[in-house]
T-cell receptor, first 113, second 114 residues
Framework: AQSVTQPDIHITVSEGASLELRCNYSYGATPYLFWYVQSPGQGLQLLLKYFSGDTLVQGIKGFEAEFKRSQSSFNLRKPSVHWSDAAEYFCAVGAEGNEKLTFGTGTRLTIIP | DTAVSQTPKYLVTQMGNDKSIKCEQNLGHDTMYWYKQDSKKFLKIMFSYNNKELIINETVPNRFSPKSPDKAHLNLHINSLELGDSAVYFC?????????????FGQGTRLTVV
């Protein structure tokens, strides 16, 4: 069965600083990987996704993520965060032939001035 | 224009009551979903419909019954509400089925059972 671990429950970053949110997955075959963001009071919005090919994927809002098969990781990065990036971030994993996404428990990002 | 809209946004009700949450999408998508997010923020799929047909039915109590009158609507009816049903329920839609399809989420319905 597939699973996702987001080791950091809460991260605080200064505005303008760089950001990395960790995501580790467990799945036997090549996974499909996603990052979603949930702003307060809102639904989830897709930031980026990886299916195959280039292991560094670019997403919206200046985010990127890198798939590292050897580490079973798909960490989300942003070189310089903005106050509007404060939100909950969810990593998710899926696979061909499996209709369901499995989500991690999220990382809450706080931005301080 | 809201792409995926849910009503109500908040719902407080007593144990034992029956309630419904409505969902509508104006994206022209064929697939709709219901997800449950518990107090620990764990998000799990409950149901998925494609063109009004049920394609995913996770292990949820049969007190939960989805209804899709047309492919733009997927409502969730819950009978005999229990304290453990308190959660945020998200409706979502996608153009097609399968995990490769990008899901668009509504803003959620926070259900509190007292």
């Amino acid at each position: 069965a597939q699973s996702v671990t987001q080791p950091d429950i809460h991260i605080t970053v200064s505005e303008g600083a760089s950001l990395e949110l960790r995501c580790n997955y467990s799945y036997g075959a090549t996974p499909y990987l996603f990052w979603y963001v949930q702003s307060p009071g809102q639904g989830l919005q897709l930031l980026l996704k990886y299916f195959s090919g280039d292991t560094l994927v670019q997403g919206i809002k200046g985010f990127e993520a890198e798939f590292k098969r050897s580490q079973s990781s798909f960490n989300l990065r942003k070189p310089s965060v903005h106050w509007s990036d404060a939100a909950e971030y969810f990593c998710a994993v899926g696979a061909e032939g499996n209709e369901k996404l499995t989500f991690g428990t999220g990382t809450r990002l706080t931005i301080i001035p | 224009d809201t792409a995926v809209s849910q009503t109500p946004k908040y719902l407080v009700t007593q144990m034992g009551n029956d309630k419904s949450i409505k969902c509508e999408q104006n994206l022209g998508h064929d697939t709709m979903y219901w997800y449950k997010q518990d107090s620990k923020k764990f998000l799990k799929i409950m149901f998925s419909y494609n063109n009004k047909e049920l394609i995913i039915n996770e292990t949820v109590p049969n007190r939960f019954s989805p209804k899709s009158p047309d492919k733009a609507h997927l409502n969730l009816h819950i009978n005999s509400l229990e304290l453990g049903d308190s959660a945020v329920y998200f409706c979502a839609s996608s153009r097609e089925t399968g995990v490769r399809a990008e899901a668009f989420f509504g803003q959620g319905t926070r259900l509190t059972v007292v």
